[in-house]
């Protein structure tokens, strides 16, 4: 048995879900390969090496893989799926959107976010948001999935030695072109992987209120996310969305400001290690999973516990 | 052009599902069952690019049991103009590849220039018959799309991806998938729910398009999630955070 994991990258360095995806494949199997794709991704294909637990890193370096689009990578990762009994990839935007194609086109089913290995073909996965557990076995003979990146500990980014094999690129299938990406900066550590993180609802009232918990946000070093009504609203960017159908979380401490705890948005934040939840309405189901609730005005609460800390 | 919108009956979100006690699956007996929220948004979407005069007739497809026939009407109540049901038994395990395959085979027979999908259906969450589609026939793909414009016979979409958006250029015929903001879905009116009652529907089933639709994985079992207990409310700011430093020692 042999798995491989499809590297999310900027083709500089290896993103945060990659090294969730090597833990989860080494509860597939002692063998990991990490297939580094893209364009001008030398660095990247090092900093996989180093991975600890990788044995390999497949390197393939060409200009029509550096926005490593669907069409083009399936492909790449078709051509280099031969012998591995596992292909994994984090269940982030850029996994959800390749490696559903490569489990087609190799006819095997894909298992999707994957949280936790129970042996090299029976896999534990939320379904209906989190609201029941499947425990699903696969009967094909290549385990194609993508990992929910907060079930498994990140591997180490330092103290392996994998060797790095370049490979050739396939022909870029010329059905898709990338034309941009706009990607909002932030002094702010990324969402998915944050340790700490504040969110707010529909509670805050407007985008300009959300404002209110920025010196929260600041004074924690925590990422900021929001409600889908918070998000619908416009209070906040789509992409601090958290809940079933945005970003999964589970930091050391979650502070949900304004929320009132839909099953959507329990979905996903209900993993984090203690959740704190501002409230004015007692009766807020977020309640139901907080460990500690404060039931009051956030627009006092929240510079308070800013100036507090 | 026309536009083929796969859509699936399950679950109403509003539902909180019950994990059936001995373990095979949750419970959806009598439970409030309606099309998948992002599949409401890619009828939708379907149906502005035909008022738009982009598209010339929107061909809603659900494979399932038989009473996926009234989510096909209610696509049909928001604009599609008329249906195909892929029939399949109640007992059967449908999953994403073999819908993909159902799908492909209704492409071939339709040749449509666009198919549009909700991105994840909130009943498996399992977020693939798109891009499955898509490869099985060769069709690039904008999966999460929070916009969708049509320029000189390619599809220009922006997508929604970790930390911001993308905006990709493909070539059709193609597959889009939506997420939740790329429109809001107009409420369905009595008139055209009544109309939607004489529109075309076709019932095929999985043989008749050639598919074998074995499931591939097998459920071993469904159980309920860890539980996350209730903790304590606190009387005010300070007591919070001599919590979070003291007892929880998060900060």
């Not at chain 1, 627009?299 to 507090?308: S, Y």
């Not at chain 2, 026309?2 to 909180?16: G, M």
Request: hydrophobic share 45%; glycine share 8%; aromatic share 4%.
């Amino acid at each position: 048995m042999a798995a491989l994991v499809i590297a999310e990258h900027d083709n500089h360095a290896i993103r945060g879900g990659t090294l969730n995806a090597v833990t989860a494949a080494l509860k597939c199997s002692a063998d990991v390969t990490v297939l580094v794709a893209g364009g001008g991704c030398a660095a990247a294909g090092a900093a996989a090496a180093a991975i600890a637990g990788v044995s390999k890193v497949l390197l393939v370096d060409a200009p029509h893989l550096t926005e490593q689009l669907a069409e083009a990578l399936a492909e790449q990762v078709l051509a280099v799926a031969g012998g591995y009994t596992h292909i994994l990839a984090p269940a982030t935007a850029f996994g959800k959107n390749v490696t559903p194609r490569v489990a087609a086109r190799l006819d095997v089913a894909q298992i999707s976010d994957v949280t936790m290995v129970e042996s090299p073909d029976t896999f534990q996965r939320p379904i209906y948001a989190g609201n029941a557990i499947a425990t699903v076995q696969s009967a094909d003979p290549v385990k194609v999935m993508t990992v929910r990146t907060t079930a498994f500990d990140p591997a180490a980014t330092t103290g392996g030695s994998a060797t790095v094999e370049s490979v050739a690129a396939v022909a870029d299938p010329g059905i898709s072109t990338f034309i941009k990406r706009e990607v909002a900066k932030s002094e702010r550590p990324e969402l998915a992987g944050a340790k700490i993180v504040v969110s707010g609802g529909r509670g805050m009232g407007s985008a300009e209120n959300f404002k209110v918990l920025e010196p929260l946000a600041d004074k924690l070093g925590a990422a900021m996310g929001a409600s889908r009504a918070a998000v619908d609203a416009g209070y906040a960017p789509n992409d601090w969305q958290v809940g079933q159908t945005g970003k999964i979380v589970a930091p050391q401490l979650y502070v949900a400001v304004g929320i009132s705890g839909a099953i959507q948005h329990l979905a996903g934040m209900k993993d984090s290690k203690v959740i704190v939840a501002i409230n004015k309405d007692a009766e807020a189901p977020i309640f139901g999973v907080a460990d500690y609730g404060l039931v009051g005005d956030l627009f006092d609460a929240v510079p308070e516990l800013a100036g507090k800390i | 052009m026309k536009i083929l919108v796969p859509v699936k009956r399950v679950v109403d979100y509003n539902v909180k599902v019950r994990v059936k006690s001995d373990g095979t699956g949750v419970d959806i007996a009598n439970v409030k069952m309606s099309m998948n929220p992002f599949d409401e948004i890619a009828v939708e979407e379907a149906i502005r690019l035909r008022e738009k005069g982009l598209a010339t007739e929107v061909i809603a497809v659900s494979c399932g049991v038989a009473a996926c026939q009234e989510t096909l009407r209610t696509a049909m109540a928001i604009g599609a103009d008329r249906a195909i049901l892929v029939e399949v038994g109640a007992d059967d395990d449908l999953q994403p590849l073999a819908v993909a395959k159902l799908l492909k085979a209704v492409v071939e027979r339709e040749q449509p220039g666009l198919c549009i999908l909700g991105k994840q259906a909130i009943d498996d969450d399992a977020n693939q018959t798109g891009q499955m589609l898509a490869a099985l026939t060769g069709m690039p793909q904008a999966t999460f799309a929070s916009k969708v414009e049509l320029a000189d016979g390619r599809l220009v979409v922006t997508r929604e991806v970790d930390g911001g958006l993308e905006t990709l250029s493909i070539r059709m015929p193609a597959v889009v998938t939506t997420d939740l903001r790329l429109n809001e879905p107009r409420y369905v009116t009595l008139p055209n729910i009544m109309k939607a009652k004489k529109k075309p529907l076709d019932v095929l089933k999985p043989a008749d398009l050639g598919v074998d639709i074995k499931p591939h994985l097998k459920t071993l079992k469904v159980s309920e999630p860890a539980g996350r207990k209730a903790g304590i409310k606190v009387p005010d700011v300070a007591a919070l955070v001599d919590k979070l430093k003291n007892d929880a020692k998060v900060i």
